[in-house]
Nanobody, 124 residues
Framework: QVQLAESGGGLVQAGGSLRLSCAAS????????MAWFRQAPGKERELAAA????????YYPDSVKGRFTISRDKSKNTVYLQMNSLNADDTAVYYC?????????????????WGHGTQVTVSS
């Protein structure tokens, strides 16, 4: 069983940056694809970034491409999301998710393990 815990959220001004962390416990993340999803009030959960098990491939939706970077540190069993040039549309609860499969997916339903989420609020 994998437990995920996000941290690093908070309040930031538009144009600012935040780095989210997702620490895993219970099992090593090697062999797991990882992703960050986000959910704004009244909206569906959407993918923010995803990374394959070995970190060689990443995926970003157009809304964050060039601004967000997902990475993983196997030695720390942790996944990160660096978010730059934040704007009000990035305001959401951000969730870390793990999939016991080497390749990432864009669909929330394909991930079996989830953290509790961390709030990111961007003030304009």
């Amino acid at each position: 069983q994998v437990q995920l815990a996000e941290s690093g959220g908070g309040l930031v001004q538009a144009g600012g940056s935040l780095r989210l962390s997702c620490a895993a416990s219970g099992r090593t993340l090697s062999g797991y694809a990882m992703a960050w999803f986000r959910q704004a009030p009244g909206k569906e959960r959407e993918l923010a970034a995803a990374i394959h098990w070995n970190g060689d491939s990443t995926y970003y939706p157009d809304s964050v491409k060039g601004r967000f970077t997902i990475s993983r540190d196997k030695s720390k069993n942790t996944v990160y999301l660096q978010m730059n040039s934040l704007n009000a549309d990035d305001t959401a609860v951000y969730y870390c998710a793990a999939r016991n499969y080497r390749f990432a997916s864009t669909k929330p339903g394909d991930y079996a393990y989830w953290g509790h989420g961390t709030q990111v609020t961007v003030s304009s």
